[in-house]
């Protein structure tokens, strides 16, 4: 007896239904980004690992999903290598590609590879999945989908500002309650060599990054384990109370760290984009969160990260400014900024706070009943008007009982039937049963477009 089949830890089929609302989602979002004037672009799945690795961090090295070499992957190792057991020695002889792990080193790689192309600043937007090999729990999977957008060849802050307006427009879109939390990596660099760790950024940023799940004395514990002296932890603590509006935590971090060149200058940073935020409306709350430290070693200045103020799911978008990523693939001095939403955790949001809109549950909007050979040239002739209006509409393809049909297109939450019997044909009618309240409307033929503007087609928007 043959096993059921089943799909990987960490990946998920998607039914019509979801799809549906994940397609609603990537819409979303993607008309939000060409609202500010971004261009859509796409990267392979796979991207040699020397593009790969070293640029997450010694953790994320650990999670790229590594693809063994074609054909005898291997004939460059010997029975030494195999016998030693010396795993990433034998995995670089036998793998020289990778799932990306991202889509922002990819595109610092773009932009080198196409350097000859683009115009800067250049504004480009993408939505693809990215694949990790992290142990799957709620919230965290092995295959995702990200949605990108990134700025690069600008080193203004408008362009972090503008960020901060898409997130809150994205978020405003989909009704979902969030605080964004800002930071800045230079002012992380001052307060490690404040605390005299400048050499262990590394070590402090992974800890910081981890202080909301498993808070203070966890975070201190990690830092000790990584050979912090008690002193330079005892330091860091007046950072990690602090405590206050966005405009009192700058001005305490102004003078803790009044001898640091790289952190006043990312005060500064902060209090100009402060400035902007102060100057617009938002609907999100915007806060000012020293332990965010964005554990990706590439960021530079600013680091934003997003979570729902309603379910405890973890971050929903997050990003950060990167001063010279594309310089490690030959292209100094290019920085860039961008933001990167997880459209999975956001359906996970959306669904649990029931903020889907049933409406758009279904791709047709409106079903015309079958009523056999008779009916089936009229029942074409509105099915060509409803798509000439742009109406998802179709034709039941079975001249099945009524019964049948009505529940079909009850399943597929299709909102509007039409019925042209021969009593509608004899009379150039239709009927139009409205799903959710069973009220039916009896029309003329000609009024369908009217019908369609005011109700079908406003109810879509």
Known sequence: MSSKPSIPKGTRDFSTGEMLKREYIFESIKNIFRLYG????????????????????????????RILNSGDFLSAVDDKDLTNRELGKLSSMICEKGLRYDLTVPFARYVVQHRDEIVFPFKRYQIQPVWRADRPQKGRYREFFQCDVDVIGSDSLLNEYELLRIIDDVFRKFRISTVIKINNRKVLAGIASYIGGSDRIIDITVALDKFDKIGAENVNSELRSKGLSDNSISGLQPFLQLTGNFSEKLN??????????????????????????????????????????????????????????????????????????????????????????????????????NLFDESKASSTQVMIVNFGDNETLYALKILDLLHGLNIRSELYPDSAKLKKQISYADSKKIPYVIIAGEDEITNDNLTIKIMSTGEQKKLKLKELPSFVENEIGRKNE
């Open 38 to 65: 971004y261009q859509p672009i796409e990267t392979p799945a796979i991207e040699n690992l020397t593009t790969l690795l070293g640029k997450y961090g010694e953790e994320g090295d650990k999670l790229l999903f």
């Open 252 to 353: 305490v971090l102004s003078e803790l760290l009044s001898g640091s060149a790289v952190g006043l200058k990312g005060i500064e940073e902060l209090k100009t984009l402060f400035e902007l935020i102060q100057g617009s409306l938002f609907n999100s709350r915007i806060e000012l969160d020293l332990t965010l430290a964005r554990g990706l070693n590439y960021y530079t200045g600013a680091i934003i990260e997003v979570k729902s103020s309603d379910v405890g799911i973890g971050s929903i978008c997050g990003g950060g400014r990167y001063d010279n990523l594309t310089g490690v693939f030959g292209m100094e001095g290019v920085s860039g900024v961008g933001i990167s939403f997880g459209a999975d955790r956001i359906y996970d949001v959306l669904n649990q706070l």
